[in-house]
């Protein structure tokens, strides 16, 4: 198996029997200790076990101690990992908290290191060279110890790693869908990681990941249901928006998070026809309405058109009074017994009635 931490082979045969890895991406550490216990597995196994250790609380000789202890003949590899804060690793090199004593027994531990067991110290800052710790571990060959700084991943050192995460889930991902999960992780591959495996719980069965799958996921939850439900009234596809509204209902969701959802939309119509009125550009304000949609996603070009086509079709004062109707319903169901059902589907059918009435223009209505 390919690390794509540390860009190199993870091989029973022949790993280090220690590392040290720092840097601000502390993220990258945790996800090479995936990687670890992911290679180091017995298949149909519950996992390698990890020990972590707070040198506030178990010294360097107790550590080593564990270190040294053998384990049972039948068990995986142990992970033995030693995490250290920057600021109080900067306290330690201060007192010079790893003395001279500790300093020699590190360095007998990795000249004979116990067998399947990985002392990793992780330290979330970046380690001066001049620091004792590295002093230590830099002493010794690479053979025996690694040295990395985790730093943020470039794209393309994610992307292939992508792809065999997706097949190993049984997936792939359209061509956007797998830039909006690069764009998504910001080089951080415990991230990508994470949001694959959401992905791949949320979309069930189906075998190809789209850009929206990806954009409703990373918006959060049941955004899909409100682009749903949105797509649905900017056409005024009354049908298809009350199968989204029954939906949520069966879902068991309440009236006014249903309510939210299409004030959501009817506050990004008000704003973007004011925007359009102080003549800016209507890429730019889809752009500032939707900072989730990356501008060279399809997605991005598909729904700008009806989105701005329902804005054109509305006036002001439709707009308006649209709002005061929701404002009552709003109230109604805050303060008796009418049901929220009914009353959100009676707006939306008298939003779908004046959406349909004001017809499709190309730069309509002011």
């Not at 749903?228 to 309440?254: M, Y």
């Not at 009353?343 to 009435?357: D, G, M, Q, T, Y």
Request: hydrophobic share 40%.
């Amino acid at each position: 198996m390919r690390s794509l931490v540390l860009d190199r082979e993870i091989r029973e045969d022949s790993l280090p029997a220690g590392y040290l890895l720092h840097g601000e991406k502390g993220s990258l550490a945790r996800e090479f200790l995936n990687e670890l216990r992911a290679a180091l597995s017995p298949p149909d196994s519950p996992g390698v076990a990890i020990e972590r250790f707070d040198l506030d609380e178990t010294p360097w000789r107790d550590i080593l101690d564990v270190a040294r202890t053998l384990p049972f003949i039948f068990s995986p590899w142990r992970l033995l990992v030693v995490e250290i804060d920057d600021e109080k690793h900067e306290k330690r090199e201060e007192r010079e908290d790893l003395n001279k004593v500790e300093a020699r027994m590190l360095g007998e531990y990795f000249a004979a290191p116990t067998d399947r067991t990985l002392l990793i110290v992780i330290v979330s800052g970046k380690v001066r060279k001049t620091s004792a710790l590295y002093k230590v571990f830099g002493a010794l060959p690479e053979s025996a110890v690694l040295i990395r700084e985790m730093k943020a991943l470039k794209d393309k050192d994610l992307s292939g790693w992508l792809d065999e995460r997706l097949a190993a889930l049984g997936k792939r991902a359209s061509s956007e869908a797998h830039a909006g999960l690069l764009e998504t992780a910001g080089g951080d591959p415990a991230r990508l990681a994470n949001e694959l495996d959401k992905l791949a719980t949320y979309v069930g069965d189906k075998k190809t990941i789209e850009i929206v799958d990806v954009a409703a996921l990373t918006s959060g939850g049941k955004d899909y249901e409100s682009w749903a439900l949105g797509d649905a009234l900017e056409k005024g596809d009354l049908g298809t928006a009350l199968e989204v509204i029954n939906s949520r209902f069966a879902e068991g969701a309440a009236p006014q998070l249903v309510l939210g959802m299409v004030a959501g939309l009817l506050k990004n119509l008000l704003l973007a026809k004011s925007m359009l009125r102080e003549k800016q550009d209507r890429k730019e304000i889809f752009k500032f309405l939707n900072p989730k949609i990356n501008e060279n996603w399809s997605l991005f070009r598909q729904k700008l058109p009806p989105f701005f086509s329902a804005v054109d079709s509305f006036s002001f004062g439709d707009l308006n009074r649209l709002v005061a109707e929701l404002r009552s319903a709003d109230l109604k169901i805050k303060t008796t017994d009418v049901s929220g059902r009914t009353l959100i589907e009676s707006f939306v059918a008298e939003f779908c009635r004046l959406r349909k009435a004001g017809g499709i223009t190309s730069r309509g209505r002011g």
